[in-house]
């Protein structure tokens, strides 16, 4: 399975996918990071790892339209299979979805369908969370639509929220669950263990996986 990330920052959970795919415990490959900074420290790790690492936004690509073609073709022109999103902060345009349908999957640090939506990312989630009194929270894993946070859920895992957590101390937590989370998530597909639909509902929507939870 050849994987595509796409991601804004630091790029920690790229990491936890390319050091899973040179141990063995995910039988897959990185064929492509793409990132909206071109000062992230996700494309210093695919350069350092050999990746395909493209710089792709605003900045290069002025037309909506044009940077969501530079996208696409990125991913096509490195075959990939499955498009992961790893903290990248900017909606994917139509034609990559198109081209990608049901094949596009993101990471939320809490249970959705509770604190999504447009200004649902980073410590934005964790302090709605603590202000929300909850007791539990997360990661979700969830196919991507055209809208924020929206496309079916495929399987998420709790997190404890201790009456000590500020979002930081709770952010710190989850993070380093999610990081885990998507990598026994990734081995899941790529084990055919979890299937994602190839082709979408009548509604526009893709069809929810057939999926077996990671353990």
Do not use: W
């Amino acid at each position: 399975m050849k994987i595509g990330v796409l991601a804004s920052h630091e790029g920690t959970t790229l990491q936890a996918i390319i050091d899973a795919c040179r141990t063995g415990a995910l039988r897959a490959s990185v064929a492509a990071v793409i990132c909206n900074n071109r000062d992230a420290g996700a494309l210093r790790r695919a350069r350092e790892a050999g990746i395909r690492a493209y710089h792709l936004s605003s900045q290069t690509h002025v037309d909506p339209a044009a940077l969501d073609s530079a996208i696409r073709d990125a991913l096509v022109s490195a075959d990939v299979d499955l498009v992961v999103l790893a903290g990248y902060m900017r909606r994917l345009g139509t034609r990559t979805l198109s081209r990608f349908r049901g094949r596009v999957i993101n990471t939320h640090p809490a249970l959705l369908p509770k604190f999504g939506g447009q200004g649902m990312y980073g410590m934005n989630v964790h302090r709605a969370v603590l202000a929300a009194g909850e007791t539990t929270t997360g990661v979700s894993v969830h196919l991507v639509t055209e809208d924020y946070d929206a496309g079916p859920v495929l399987t998420r895992c709790t997190v404890p929220v201790l009456p000590t957590d500020t979002a930081e101390t709770l952010a710190r937590r989850v993070q380093a669950r999610e990081r885990a989370f998507v990598v026994e998530v990734l081995a899941a597909i790529a084990d055919g263990r979890l299937r994602l639909a190839s082709e979408e509902k009548g509604d526009g929507r893709p069809a929810e996986a057939d999926q077996t939870p990671p353990a």
